[in-house]
C-alpha cells in the first residue's frame, strides 16, 4: 500500500484551490484509505517539504495546483548537491487546480478531480526525464541549479515571465501571458548568444527565443515544441531567429496550432546537453518560474521521475 502525501497549494488557480479543497479531500478520500495533507504557505516551500517527506518514507506524492506547483515539488525529490532522486522507488501524481498548468493539460491529465484522482489510483508509474539547469556564476554552490519538468526558455519568454513575476498571481487572469508578451514586446531586443550543443556543435546567432523543451506547451498554450517527448532521451531545442515586432505577432498563431516548424526562422535540435553564452544580460525561465541568467547549462536526465500517467 502506498504511503501518500498531498500537497496542497491554496495559492493556485488564483485563490481558487483552497476553496476547492473540501471536495478534493472528499474526492481522495474515495481512492486512498489513509493519507495526509499539507498547505503551502509561501513560495518554494513544496521543495522542502516534499524532500522531508520523501526522506521520511512517503513513496507518494501527490500535488494540488499548477505548474509552478508541480515544478517545486519535483525539486524537492532530489537530494541537495546532486542528480540523484532520494527514493529511486517514489512516485508523482498531479490534480490539476492551476492557472496556465501547461504541462498538466499536454500530458492529458484530466481537469475533473475525480478522473484526476482515480487516474493516480489505478495508473502504473511512468519513468519521465527531468531536465538540469546549472547557472556556474552563482557564488553559492548549493543553489546554483534548478530542475524542470517541462519547458526552460531565454530570451523574449524569460523576460515576460520576469515581468509578470511582479504581479500577484491572483491579478494576473486568463491570457496573462499573451498579453504580458505584446507588453515586453515594446522594448525587447533579440539576444547574441553562442550555444554549444552535445560538446561538438557550436551556434552564434541572434535569437528572439531559445527554448529547451522536455514537454510541448508553454505560455498558456502554445505549442513551442509540438514533437517533444517525456521518456525519449532528449531535449527538443527551439531556435526561434531575430524576427520584426510585426512579423513576431503575425507568426504566434503558428504557436497555438502547433506548427511552429513551418516558419523557416525556426530550427528544431535534438539534444542532451547545452551550454549558453551571452556578453549580454540574458534572462532565463523554467516551467514559468522565473530565473537566473546566462551563462548556463542545460543537462538532461533520462527517466528519473516516476509519473502517475
Known amino acids: 500500500m502506498d504511503k501518500v502525501h498531498v500537497i496542497v497549494n491554496p495559492f493556485s488557480a488564483q485563490g481558487k484551490t483552497e476553496k476547492r479543497w473540501k471536495i ?11 493519507f495526509k495533507y499539507i498547505f503551502t504557505e509561501k513560495p518554494k516551500q513544496a521543495t522542502e517539504i ?23 515539488i519535483i525539486n524537492g525529490f532530489f537530494n541537495k548537491n546532486s542528480s540523484t532522486t532520494i527514493n529511486e522507488e517514489s512516485a508523482l501524481g498531479m490534480i490539476p487546480s492551476g492557472t496556465g498548468s501547461d504541462f498538466i493539460r499536454s500530458i492529458k491529465i484530466p481537469r475533473d478531480f ?10 502504473k508509474s511512468k519513468k519521465i526525464d527531468i531536465g538540469k539547469i546549472t547557472f556556474p556564476n552563482l557564488k553559492n554552490k548549493q543553489e546554483n541549479y534548478k530542475y524542470f519538468i517541462n ?11 520576469k515581468n509578470l513575476s511582479s504581479i ?5 487572469g486568463a491570457f496573462a501571458y ?7 514586446l515594446k522594448r525587447y531586443n533579440s539576444k547574441n548568444v553562442k550555444i554549444i550543443i552535445d560538446n561538438s556543435h557550436e551556434i552564434n546567432n541572434k535569437f528572439l527565443i531559445v527554448a529547451i523543451a522536455n514537454g510541448k506547451m508553454f505560455g498558456g498554450g502554445m505549442i513551442i515544441a509540438p514533437e517533444a517527448k517525456l521518456d525519449d532521451g532528449y531535449f527538443d531545442v527551439i531556435l526561434i531567429e531575430d524576427m520584426k515586432k510585426l512579423e513576431i505577432i503575425k507568426n504566434s498563431r503558428h504557436l497555438y496550432t502547433g506548427s511552429i516548424k513551418k516558419n523557416p526562422k525556426v530550427t528544431i535540435i535534438k539534444a542532451k546537453n547545452i551550454k549558453v553564452y551571452s556578453d549580454e544580460e540574458v534572462n532565463i525561465e523554467y ?4 530565473g537566473e541568467t546566462l ?6 536526465i533520462e527517466k528519473v521521475i516516476n509519473f502517475r500517467l
Open 287 to 290: 516551467d514559468g518560474e522565473a
Open 24 to 34: 478534493i479531500k472528499e474526492v481522495i478520500t474515495d481512492y486512498f484509505r489513509e
Open 151 to 161: 519547458i526552460s526558455d531565454f530570451g523574449l519568454g524569460a523576460d515576460v515571465v
Open 168 to 172: 500577484p498571481p491572483l491579478k494576473r
Open 295 to 300: 551563462p548556463a547549462e542545460f543537462e538532461l
Open 114 to 123: 475525480n478522473k484526476s484522482v482515480k487516474l493516480i489510483k489505478n495508473s
Open 50 to 72: 516534499a524532500r522531508s517527506l520523501l526522506k521520511d518514507g512517503y513513496d507518494l506524492i501527490i500535488g494540488v495546483g499548477g505548474d509552478g506547483t508541480l515544478n517545486e
Open 178 to 184: 499573451y498579453k504580458g508578451m505584446l507588453l515586453t
